[in-house]
Structure formats: structure tokens, C-alpha cells
């Protein structure tokens, strides 16, 4: 039985929408944090992005980062889901474009990394294409 790759797939590498997805979370996920949590809250998304760059040509160092950045990404992001429930009934209170930025930001965030992880994990499980 053999495995062959589709087009553009090489053994070992993540698979390009994966990484695009990857960094456009990690990206995203740092402005909105950065904003709303302070500027240390964008470490994990630039452990992910990194990840996401250099997986092509580190490939073992790059999926440990990714696996590392998209982890502490999550652990992160579970402190926003506590919040956005509140968040949205403040919302109907006060119509103020900053806190609704915000809110925009962190549900954003939370969709994109949940998409993320679980984009993540099922390339993981994934039987490994042969070369």
C-alpha cells in the first residue's frame, strides 16, 4: 500500500493552510491580547507565529514550537472565555466603541485558537507521508 503526499507536500512539514492559519491566529490573537492584557500576553502568539515561519526549513524545531506557542496560546486565551460572557452583558449596558473593540478582539481570538488547536491536532494524528 503506498502513501503518496498531494502536491506540494513534503514528509515532515506542516502543511502550508495549517502554518498560514497558525500565524494569522498567532497574529491576530497578540494585537488583540496586547491590547487588552498587556504586552507580555504576546509571547506565546510569537512562540506560535515563529513556529509557523521556520517549520518549513527547521522541521523539527518548528513543530515543537508550534506545539509549545499553540499550548501556552490556549492556556492564555481559557482567561478570555471566563470574561466574554460578562463582557457581552456589559455590552447591552454601555455602547462604547473601545470596550466593543475589545469584546470584538477576545471572541475573535478565542474562535481563531479553537480553530487552530484543532486544525493542530488532527494534522498531528495524521498518519507521517513518505517522502
Known sequence: MQNNPRMGEFAG??????????????????????????????????????????????????KWLIGLGATLLSLEVMALVAVIPEGVWLLRLYHDRNFLATLSFSIA???????????LIIEARRPSRSP
Open 109 to 119: 481570538s478565542v474562535l481563531l485558537v479553537a480553530w487552530c488547536d484543532v486544525a
Open 13 to 62: 512539514i506542516v502543511p502550508a493552510k495549517i502554518r498560514l492559519l497558525s500565524i494569522a491566529t498567532g497574529c491576530l490573537t497578540a494585537i488583540g491580547g496586547s491590547i487588552i492584557l498587556g504586552l507580555f500576553f504576546s509571547i506565546p502568539p510569537i512562540i506560535l507565529v515563529l513556529g509557523a515561519v521556520a517549520q518549513p526549513y527547521i522541521r523539527v524545531v518548528g
